[in-house]
């Protein structure tokens, strides 16, 4: 585990397009820490989940609907939703995101998922 101070400037992190938007990975597995942390703007992203990984993430601004599950979350700034390894999620809309991934998420570890039911603004 890295024991060292780490800071970074969202300006200074390249965007890359993930499953869902674009997103700045602040911290991440390389920096030998226990989380990590990216900033990520959703406009409507794939059905996914992580076997390994755990999810929170915050809503900084912008609006959307956030599916987890079996459930379809309206989202706006102040939200926090947490979400457990090996359950289904997406979003659909356009907002900015703090996730904290515990533990840093590995590439290998996202799984888009083909068909879902119900889309994050179905409900």
Partial sequence: MNQETIVRRLADVEPITEAGGESRRLITAQDG???????THITESEPHYHKQTAEIYYILAGWGRLRVGDEVLD???????????GQVHAGK?????????????DPADQFVVEEVEDSPDSA
Avoid: D, K, N, Q
């Avoid at 820490?33 to 900033?39: A, F, I, N, R």
């Avoid at 989202?75 to 390894?85: C, L």
């Fill in 93 to 105: 809309g356009g907002f900015v995101s703090v996730v904290v991934c515990v533990p840093p998420l």
């Fill in 33 to 39: 820490t226990e989380m990590g942390l990216h900033v």
């Fill in 75 to 85: 989202v706006e700034p102040g939200t926090a939703v947490y979400i457990p390894p």
